[in-house]
Nanobody
Framework: QVQLVESGGGLVQAGGSLRLSCAAS??????MGWFRQAPGKEREFVAA????????SYATSAKGRFTISRDNAKNTVYLQMNSLKPEDTAVYYC?????????????????WGQGTQVTVSS
């Protein structure tokens, strides 16, 4: 099993930045991802990264503004979010999967963190 703990959320003004962290313990996961869920909306994919190759995948809404990275030595994944918009407001979840495909489907991930709130004010 793997345990995931997110941190780094908070309140920021539009145009600002935040960096989320996800510390993993337990088994090593080939793929780590970030998802988010806004009130009244379904959970949506944000970004994913491969442990081995470092390959990344982004949702259209995240491209050019968000950067996912990982420190394998620390077993930690990061999500650097720049140029934040009010519509980025959501609970952000870290997720892990054993497979190496950078899936954007939440059902492909078998471990989830508790989430961290990100609020962007206008």
């Amino acid at each position: 099993q793997v345990q995931l703990v997110e941190s780094g959320g908070g309140l920021v003004q539009a145009g600002g930045s935040l960096r989320l962290s996800c510390a993993a313990s337990g088994r090593t996961s080939a793929t780590m991802g970030w998802f988010r869920q806004a009130p009244g909306k379904e959970r949506e994919f944000v970004a994913a990264i491969s442990r081995g190759s470092g390959s990344t995948s982004y949702a259209t809404s995240a491209k050019g503004r968000f950067t996912i990275s990982r420190d394998n030595a620390k077993n930690t994944v990061y999500l650097q979010m720049n140029s934040l918009k009010p519509e980025d407001t959501a609970v952000y979840y870290c997720a892990a999967r054993m497979g190496s495909i950078l899936s954007s489907s939440g059902s492909a991930y078998d471990a989830w963190g508790q989430g961290t709130q990100v609020t962007v004010s206008s």
